[in-house]
């Protein structure tokens, strides 16, 4: 459906998007997550045709359109913003697409597109509304309706929920998978944010600083990233990075205290791939456990706070001056920098190299 093969782009200095390769399937959502800056829109204007590589091709259904304009690229797209023409209607908004001389689409089936996804949206009593009168939620859903009535090969999303308030985003989300399966679009979406990302996509691409890290699905993503920050993105709240030395057989924490006993398998499977000292331990808070477990590495620290969070909340710890957190649903009745046990396995831990943040174990 959509190829991005080696595409980069610069701004003066700042290099947005780094040879960048990716590959969407028909009828599959693909999220691009990513904080502000990693270029993401960048690159969805890219394959919009809103802004031209520097280097490298696109390609839709296996057409090469580098060179062409967005009208000829059969494409939607939903702006951050939403760019609602404020001078029309809610329904000359829906319809504004289906009225270009490129579409040639009839009176008589413009109205049945726009009733149609106005329905599905729940809009349809807004379609005499000036756009101006809308609130934040019922912008959304207009500019997903005059995106989706297009029935284009290909529909952009950039941003589209992250100007709505929670309860709003996690509404809209539901229907947005429920649209998905109904009219089997192909979405390329981007956004900054996890929980939207690891909801919708069937695959996620990492990216950040211009450079994507690794696609997958978000579960496998969760559980095999490949870089550190891989791990750091795609899981919410963000995991615990440990700053630990090699010596001998040991990960030490300030040179002094031992994080961890590798075996040998794993000392050799670290020494195959590099001759570094310095790595980084990263670990998801729900591997980490309070109290102490007969199986486990077995820590003590000092209790900092506890945030809370719907059912769960997150303890954060001072371990050896270094923050860990964990998340839990169990009562934590202790005050501050009372002694706070906790463990986790040696099965849950990632090791990143220091120096490029690659997974080594």
Do not use: W
């Amino acid at each position: 459906m959509l190829q991005l093969k080696n595409v980069s782009k610069s701004f003066g200095d700042v290099q947005a998007v780094a040879n960048l390769s990716l590959e969407i399937q028909e009828r599959e959502i693909f999220v691009l997550l990513g904080p502000t800056g990693a270029g993401k829109t960048t690159t969805l204007k890219i394959a919009a045709g809103l802004i031209k590589p520097d280097g490298g091709q696109v390609f839709i259904d296996d057409k090469d359109v580098t060179e062409s304009p967005p009208a000829f690229r059969d494409i939607s797209f939903v702006f951050e913003g939403y760019n609602l023409f404020h001078i029309y209607n809610v329904y000359d908004n829906i319809a504004f697409a289906l009225r270009s001389k490129l579409m040639q689409v009839d009176e008589a089936e413009i109205d049945s597109r726009v009733r149609a996804f106005s329905k599905e949206l729940h809009i349809e009593h807004l379609l005499d509304r000036p756009t101006g009168t809308l609130s934040g939620g019922e912008t959304q859903r207009v500019a997903l309706a005059r995106a989706l009535v297009r029935k284009a090969s290909l529909n952009l999303f950039d941003e589209p929920l992250s100007n709505l308030d929670l309860k709003l985003r996690e509404e809209l989300r539901v229907e947005f998978k429920e649209l998905h399966k109904k009219y089997h679009s192909t979405i390329f979406y981007v956004t900054h944010d996890h929980d939207s990302a690891v909801s919708v996509a069937d695959r996620i691409g990492i990216i950040y600083e211009g450079v994507l890290h690794q696609i997958d699905t978000p579960e496998n993503l969760i559980e095999n990233p490949n870089h550190i920050t891989v791990a750091t993105l795609i899981n919410y709240p963000t995991i615990n990075i440990i700053d630990c030395a090699l010596e001998n057989h040991s990960l030490l924490i300030n040179h002094q205290k031992s994080l961890l006993e590798l075996t040998s398998p794993q000392l050799d499977k670290i020494r195959s791939q590099t001759s570094e000292k310095k790595f980084q331990v990263g670990l998801k808070l729900k591997s980490v456990k309070l109290g102490k477990a007969k199986d486990n590495l077995n820590f003590s620290g000092k209790l900092l706070h506890t945030e809370y969070q719907g059912y769960n909340k997150v303890v954060n710890i001072d371990y050896e001056g270094m923050p860990i957190r964990l998340i839990t649903n169990e009562v934590v009745q202790m005050d501050y920098g009372e002694q706070i046990d906790f463990n986790f396995s040696t099965k849950d831990i990632f090791l990143f190299s220091k120096s490029n943040g690659m997974r080594i174990l």
